[in-house]
């Protein structure tokens, strides 16, 4: 089988989850004797427009160069932007391919999965994020505050708006006050310009995401939002990721010889990840005086200003520690350090990863009740979960995993095996299989 993979990065330049998954699958079709070709954003602040095409690991990458900042920057270069159908296009023309594979869709969703089916291409799309219903890619606003959806075009066009230090300065100090302008600015031309563009970009995706042939989706939950805003769900076909190497048997997990709780988070260091509600609950536990500690791993560059207020709130206990950085080969001694992780993000989390990974060490997780998290940790199982933003409730779920000793040894013994990769591959690959063949039998 011939393969095109499509990604908005790829490694090892580009490594986060998506670009990770889409070079999971490329290795796994490659090394079964299969065809693949790599089609992948490189640089985003590049002049002009250019692919260069290597060899690497045994398949061609094509990695695109442009400018998506460039003042004559087209106002859809981020999300159909027509030298990429170009590029996609003579690389179609060149080398005969029986299906293109588009990861997440981010930056190529619409030029990429349109330029596939007008040369006859079937297409299969993995969501990873909610790019297609939404430009923030995570159902954020500039506030912080969760969104529940794109209701309409003029809600988004708010949201673009507020991005401008101008009105994001309202949104943020005076909420009440930016509703009433908001109101009034919908009789008036201000938002006109921003709503127009708002609904040629989602008309344009929805008609690429429509174009699919197969959309894949990690979690249920994906799959619902999208349907809660009309978008036919019956292509989508549910696939939870896989990790490589195999899984701890929970009940051989050796319990914490220490009386002291370890609390652990990993990941980014952002607000939309939540990390200030575990300090927060973790530092008020402490000053009541629990045995209770906290070990933070990820880097602390990428929002500076927030990690410096929480190692302030932070700075009194030393039972709450920082560790900066972490490698892959780093992580089964870090998840072994904890008797609970906490994944406490304010968004609709997909399917994160460091969830399945928590879970494959045989280690409990505390999280929030949203999303991607609520699917995959119940509550009094594998895990505990917390309402949303809630401190009070997070550190209420975190003292009764030091009230009640028997709670964490049932958690640990409710954990899931994990599928591995080389599963997961194997049912995207039967997918292309069924697809291929329906193709054959209407043909």
Same mark, same amino acid.
């Given at each position: 089988?011939?393969?095109?993979m ?11 989850g ?7 699958? &490329? ?27 290597? &060899?690497?690991?045994?398949?061609? +990458?094509?990695?695109?160069y442009?400018n998506?900042?460039a003042?004559d920057?087209?106002?859809n270069?981020m999300?159909?932007?027509a ?10 023309r ?7 594979h ?5 930056? $190529? ?14 297409? &299969? ?10 430009r923030?890619l ?9 969104c ?8 988004c066009?708010?949201? $673009?708006m ?7 300065t ?6 009440? /006050?930016a ?7 919908? +009789? ?8 127009e ?7 344009? /995706? ?7 042939d ?5 979690s ?7 349907a ?14 896989? $990790?490589?190497?195999?899984n ?9 010889i220490h009386?002291?709780?370890? &609390?652990?988070? +990993? ?8 990390v200030d ?7 008020q536990l ?6 209770v500690?906290?070990d ?14 929480l190692?302030?709130?932070s700075a009194?206990?030393e ?9 892959s080969?780093?992580l ?8 609970? /992780? ?7 989390e ?17 999280g929030?009740n ?5 699917? $995959?940790i119940?509550h ?32 640990r ?5 994990i599928?591995t ?10 997918q292309?299989?069924q ?5 054959q039998?209407?043909?």
């Amino acid at each position: 089988m011939r393969i095109l993979m499509a990604a908005h990065g790829f490694p090892p330049t580009h490594y986060a989850g998506a670009e990770r998954a889409a070079e999971r699958i &490329v290795k796994w079709l490659v090394e079964r004797g299969h065809e693949v070709e790599v089609f992948a954003v490189e640089n985003l602040s590049s002049p002009g427009f250019r692919v260069e095409t290597s &060899v690497e690991a045994g398949y061609r +990458i094509h990695r695109l160069y442009y400018n998506v900042h460039a003042d004559d920057a087209p106002a859809n270069v981020m999300y159909d932007y027509a030298p990429i159908g170009q590029a996609l296009d003579s690389i179609l023309r060149h080398n005969p391919f029986d299906l293109v594979h588009v990861m997440s869709g981010f930056l $190529l969703g619409g030029q990429v999965i349109l330029t596939a089916k007008r040369m006859g291409l079937p297409v &299969v799309l993995t969501l990873t994020e909610y790019w297609f219903l939404c430009r923030r890619l995570n159902l954020l606003r500039v506030t912080g505050e969760l969104c529940s959806g794109p209701e309409s075009d003029e809600k988004c066009a708010r949201c $673009l708006m507020e991005d401008k230090r101008r009105y994001r300065t309202i949104a943020e100090k005076a909420p009440m /006050l930016a509703n009433a302008f908001w109101e009034i600015a919908k +009789i008036t031309p201000l938002l006109d310009k921003e709503t127009e563009a708002v609904k040629t970009r989602r008309l344009t /995706l929805k008609d690429a995401l429509e174009a699919a042939d197969l959309v894949i989706s990690p979690s249920r939950f994906l799959i619902s939002k999208f349907a809660e805003f009309d978008y036919d769900t019956r292509r989508f076909h549910f696939i939870q990721h896989g $990790l490589g190497g195999s899984n701890v048997i929970p009940s051989h997990r050796e319990a914490s010889i220490h009386d002291t709780l370890r &609390v652990g988070y +990993i990941g980014q260091l952002k607000y939309h990840k939540g990390v200030d509600l575990v300090v927060e609950a973790v530092a008020q536990l402490l000053e009541q005086g629990k045995k209770v500690s906290l070990d933070i791993w990820g880097p602390e560059d990428e929002e500076p200003e927030y990690i410096n207020r929480l190692k302030q709130r932070s700075a009194s206990f030393e039972n709450i520690r920082w560790h900066g950085r972490y490698t892959s080969a780093q992580l089964a001694d870090i998840l072994n350090g904890f008797d609970v /992780l906490t994944v406490c993000s304010r968004w609709y989390e997909n399917n994160p990863t460091v969830i399945l990974e928590a879970f494959k060490h045989g280690l409990p997780v505390v999280g929030t009740n949203l999303g991607g998290m609520a699917e $995959l940790i119940q509550h009094e199982v594998n895990g505990l979960v917390f309402e949303l933003n809630q401190v009070s409730d997070l550190r209420a779920q975190l003292e009764r995993l030091i009230r009640e000793p028997a709670l964490l040894q049932q958690l640990r013994a409710g954990v899931p095996p994990i599928k591995t990769a080389e599963q997961e591959v194997a049912e995207i690959f039967e997918q292309y299989q069924q697809l291929l063949a329906k193709r054959q039998v209407s043909s």
